[in-house]
């Protein structure tokens, strides 16, 4: 269920989230709704008590909160990676095993060194192919997902799919395919 960012103001909640968009590329302050996206941050930031950060609205919480930049790659990641858990021991990853597989599908990264060099924040887990995956504020009313836990079977096949049509140059997603074969 859905409700417009006006409506949100004046109440408290248990949670938000906070998800991404395809604007990953552009400069966060020439993102059409930047100022707006801000508001509703620090909004959440007193008025939730606990917000997930998925994909962009992760990397744009990271930024506006802690100045932490993201980094274009040469090429899209799209696939199936394998992370790692860096405290298995925490709350949020009771039952996941030592490594565990992300859908992930985006132009951009979080390096986990700019994580960790951050006394306010906490790595969960990385990829060594695509950098960070899970990291939390210490206070825990903050988490923050680069990849696509929340990705049905078949949304990587939509994505590499509507790509080939628009005529962009996407390799075959990694690791989801069987035998590569779209």
């Known amino acids: ?11 408290k909640y248990d949670g938000m989230i906070i998800t991404g ?14 100022d707006e996206i801000c508001r509703l941050m620090d ?6 008590y606990c917000s997930l950060y998925i994909c ?21 990641y ?3 990676y394998y992370n790692k858990l860096i405290r298995p021991k925490d709350p949020l990853l009771r039952g996941f095993d030592d490594f565990f597989p992300v859908p992930t ?9 700019d994580i960790m060099q951050n006394p306010d924040l906490e790595l969960l887990a990385n990829s060594p192919v695509t950098g960070m995956t899970l990291a939390k504020s210490k206070d825990c009313r903050s988490v923050f997902m680069m ?12 994505e590499y ?10 390799r075959v997603p990694e690791n989801y395919f069987t035998d590569d074969d779209p």
Not at 1 to 11: A, N, Q
Not at 60 to 73: D, N, Q, S, T
Request: no cysteine; aromatic share 16%.
């Open 1 to 11: 269920f859905y409700i417009s960012s006006k409506d949100v103001y004046g109440s």
């Open 21 to 34: 968009a395809p604007v990953e590329q552009l400069p966060f302050e020439d993102v059409d709704y930047w």
């Open 43 to 48: 909004y959440a930031k007193k008025n939730v």
């Open 56 to 76: 962009w609205g992760a990397m744009a919480a990271l930024y506006h909160f802690y100045g932490i930049e993201k980094h274009v790659v040469k090429e899209k």
């Open 78 to 80: 799209s696939g199936i």
């Open 105 to 113: 599908s985006r132009f951009t990264r979080i390096e986990s060194e």
């Open 147 to 158: 990849g696509h836990l929340e990705y049905d079977t078949d949304t990587l096949a939509k």
């Open 161 to 170: 799919s509507r790509d080939k049509k628009k005529g962009l140059a996407v």
